[in-house]
């Protein structure tokens, strides 16, 4: 007879926070491993630059850690960090502002280039996501920063509204009708390449 | 989008109900009105399409992902700046600012045992110079417990000293607690500087005195 093994509940936020508190490095891993696409796909969907989405995510999750006071279990570590690291994404797209703007075309080739992987190896598809991706990205830069950041955070940081409204320290009401007015925007520029 | 907006219906709540975020009673509220307002189903088509439930398009423009090389990459990034316990700010602090001589007259902590109502003889710390190859600065310089030898601090300066938590909120370093010092003045450093202590003694809002940084 086999032996029946109980399956292994994943560790709490709560208790890899504190063993990385008392020192323990593969608590911080496992915390990054655990968070770190939810972070780079809204830290990206902010920017539109790979680059810059990882650079926003590196600098979040330091700023996450050391100011750890400001979490004080408030809110799930989750809300925490994708806080800290839209704030972080934010800075890093005003500083980016200052630059001479690359095309979405030149810096997306050149993240594939680098080392980005792309999503599928059919290259057709491929070009064809990359053009939709290229055009909601523009979409989204058109949006106020608020609406945008609202509907980044709900969207591609699963956030509930609730959580959004604790992230951005708003009321649910505005959380749903930034939703709602973005949303309408949205539509209304990805006209037909979106259908429901 | 011409059709203009409802205007007997909070048009945010389209937004909650296309993402489920509605109680059953709001719910039943907007299925009532769209049941009732056939135009309305356009605004909730543009919710629903660009909304998480359009799984479809969220799959197709998924940001290109890095490589384990560019995580791994970032990853060290963080865990070198990560301030672990294990690893104290200390020859940063020390080496950098070059408070050292401060740290030693200024001060002292009655938790070391001295009784407070003798004479306390100062100590004189060393500078520590920091070895080639040190990682950059950590980001707050902070003195830790024993980097400081606290002399004495005026009775006004009591809510302003090294008490309570440290804004980092973890065991970086161990602060005193209130219950841990007593006052009974201030002197200069070596070099004749003194901490400099907001002005306000009443403030609970200034947890440290700042001292000069060396020239």
């Given at each position: 007879m086999r032996p029946v093994t109980a399956p292994t509940l994943p560790e709490r936020d709560e208790e890899l926070i504190a063993r990385y508190t008392r020192g323990d490095r593969s608590a911080l891993e496992e915390l990054f491993r655990r968070y770190r696409e939810t972070a780079y796909s809204v830290a990206y969907r902010l920017l539109g630059n790979p680059d810059d989405a990882l650079d926003a995510v590196q600098d979040g999750f330091i700023k996450a850690l050391t100011h750890l006071r400001g979490f004080q279990h408030r809110c799930t570590f989750k809300t925490w960090l994708l806080r800290v690291v839209s704030n972080a994404a934010l800075d890093v797209g005003r500083q980016r502002r200052r630059r001479d703007d690359l095309s979405a075309t030149v810096t997306e080739r050149a993240a594939v280039d680098g080392g980005m992987t792309p999503a599928h190896a059919d290259p057709g598809r491929e070009a064809e996501e990359a053009d939709l991706r290229r055009a909601l990205g523009q979409a989204l830069r058109e949006l106020p920063e608020a609406q945008r950041r609202t509907f980044v955070l709900h969207?591609?940081?699963?956030?509930?509204y609730r959580e959004v409204s604790e992230v951005m320290g708003i009321s649910i009401g505005t959380v749903m009708s930034r939703l709602f007015y973005a949303r309408q925007k949205l539509k209304g520029m990805l006209a037909t390449r979106v259908q429901a | 989008m011409t059709t203009p907006l409802p205007?007997?219906?909070?048009?945010e709540l389209l937004a909650a109900y296309a993402d489920g975020e509605l109680s059953p009673r709001e719910r039943a509220r907007v299925e009532d009105w769209l049941a009732g307002h056939p135009e309305g189903a356009e605004f909730l088509e543009a919710q629903e399409s660009?909304?998480?439930?359009?799984v479809e398009l969220w799959q197709s423009v998924q940001p290109p992902a890095p490589s384990e090389a560019q995580w791994a990459e970032a990853y060290k990034g963080i865990e070198s700046r990560a301030n672990f316990p294990a690893r104290p700010s200390r020859v940063g602090w020390l080496g950098s600012l070059g408070l050292v001589a401060t740290a030693a007259t200024v001060l002292f902590l009655v938790s070391t045992g001295a009784p407070p109502d003798r004479p306390v003889a100062p100590e004189v710390a060393r500078p520590v110079q920091a070895p080639p190859?040190?990682?950059?600065?950590?980001?707050y310089a902070m003195a830790q417990a024993d980097d400081v030898r606290i002399l004495s601090l005026p009775e006004a300066a009591a809510t302003l000293l090294l008490v309570g938590e440290h804004p980092l909120g973890n065991s970086l370093l161990t602060l005193a607690r209130a219950d841990e010092i007593e006052f009974h003045g201030v002197g200069s450093d070596l070099a004749g500087r003194f901490p400099e202590v907001p002005t306000d003694p009443s403030s609970t809002e200034a947890p440290m005195i700042w001292t000069p940084r060396a020239p």
């Open positions: 969207v591609d940081g699963g956030l509930s | 205007d007997d219906l909070p048009p660009v909304g998480p439930g359009n190859g040190e990682p950059d600065e950590p980001p």
